[in-house]
């Protein structure tokens, strides 16, 4: 995953981010690959929120789109309802179980779920507050039944 900054107009916080997701998979031998765009921004205090899914920008959700809180603690719970201007609608539930060393980095494992329709993802994600972005990430993604499972781990790369 890269993130860069954007120049979209905030929503929530006072910075916005993109989001570069690129997945090289290989399921019996053959080879797959596939890229994301998606948007999340930042306000002053560091809490991350979720503003778009699919490249589908976020039009209502239940209650704050919180994907990170700033400052992030163990038992936290977020949750929200979000509607997208695809007419996608999603249910999102995260969970902060504990704090980890992941990569030589202080991290909270936050435990999340997105289900829309037959669609669905579960899985964990090591988060970083000083770096602002998970380092690790497990997961299993179900689409129309098909289901995948992942881990992904951060590496650097230069541009």
Request: glycine letters at 8%.
């Amino acid at each position: 995953m890269t993130v860069y900054s954007d120049t979209i107009t905030p929503v929530v916080g006072t910075r916005a981010f993109r989001l570069v997701t690129e997945l090289n998979l290989s399921y019996n031998g053959t080879p797959y690959a596939t890229n994301g765009t998606s948007y999340i921004e930042q306000d002053g205090n560091g809490t991350i929120y979720d503003t778009s899914s699919e490249g589908a920008r976020l039009l209502h959700a239940s209650a704050a789109p919180v994907m990170y809180a700033s400052p992030i603690s163990v038992g936290q719970t977020f949750s929200y309802a979000s509607t997208y201007s695809d007419m996608t609608v999603e249910q999102n539930d995260y969970n902060v179980l504990s704090k980890e060393t992941v990569a030589g980095y202080e991290s909270y494992r936050v435990h999340s779920t997105a289900t829309s329709g037959t669609d669905s993802s579960t899985g964990d994600e090591w988060f970083v507050p000083d770096l602002g972005m998970p380092v690790k990430m497990t997961g299993t993604m179900t689409d129309s039944g098909v289901s995948v499972n992942m881990t992904a781990t951060m590496s650097s790369k230069n541009f």
